[in-house]
């Protein structure tokens, strides 16, 4: 089992839609939790940056963290093509040497 | 935001030579980087963790002697592939980390070797 299961998608939505990417993890001792945006051939671009379970909230984006069930989620609102991108969760072991452990990705594909 | 630079962002090469990418911290100084390589449609891979002024820690599995790191200064770290072959064609990515532990990540060199 992988530390950190994402589900690889591919999601396709249309224009305008809210997203709901998702990520789940096995290792209780996680504390930091981001989320990376990625194009194609481009390096991951960092979104979101969370510690503590609840709502994180910049713009059309929204981070939850749920540390009781393991489970963090982010949210697209009003969904643009731009958005079309690899959708990457990672976290941050604290006795892991600040290194980060990620998910799969998930390809988004927002149509207008 | 963290700005991190790579160059070159694209380099092809013959097999058996060796090429250098840098990794560069534009606007804050990173005493930890990380080298990543990721092939189509998969998550990044870590390489090794670089710190500045002491030996680079290898992943298992990732050869130290192909893969040289050198972290020269708290701005800059490179990776040289040794003897580059086919098989090591990849995308390679660098992240500097912050000190709230924050890794941004440079834009990636894709390394084709003929």
């Known amino acids: 089992q992988k530390e950190v299961e994402q589900d690889p998608g591919p999601l396709s939505v249309p224009e305008g839609a809210i997203v709901s990417l998702n990520c789940t993890y096995s290792n209780s001792a996680f504390q930091y939790f981001m989320w990376y945006r990625q194009y194609s051939r481009k390096g991951p671009e960092l979104l979101m940056y969370?510690?503590?379970?609840g709502n994180k909230e910049d713009g059309r984006f929204t981070a939850q963290v749920d540390k009781s069930s393991k489970y963090i989620s982010l949210f697209i609102r009003d969904s643009q093509p731009s958005d079309s991108a690899t959708y990457l969760c990672a976290m941050i072991d604290p006795q892991g040497a600040q290194k980060l452990v990620f998910g799969q990705g998930t390809r988004l594909t927002i149509n207008p | 935001g963290a700005v991190v630079s790579q160059h070159p962002s694209w380099v092809i090469c013959k097999s058996g030579t060796s090429v250098k990418i840098e990794c560069r911290s534009l606007d804050f100084q990173a005493t930890t980087m990380f080298w990543y390589r990721q092939f189509p449609k998969q998550s990044l891979m870590l390489m090794a963790t670089s710190n500045e002024g002491s030996k680079a820690t290898y992943e298992q599995g990732v050869e130290k002697d192909k893969f040289l790191i050198n972290h020269a200064s708290l701005t800059l770290s490179t990776l040289t592939v040794t003897s580059a072959h086919p098989e090591d064609s990849s995308f390679y990515i660098c992240?500097?980390?912050?000190?709230?532990?924050?890794?941004?990540f440079g834009p990636g060199t894709r390394l084709t070797v003929l």
């Open positions: 969370t510690y503590s379970s």
């Open positions: 992240s500097a980390c912050t000190t709230t532990d924050t890794q941004y």
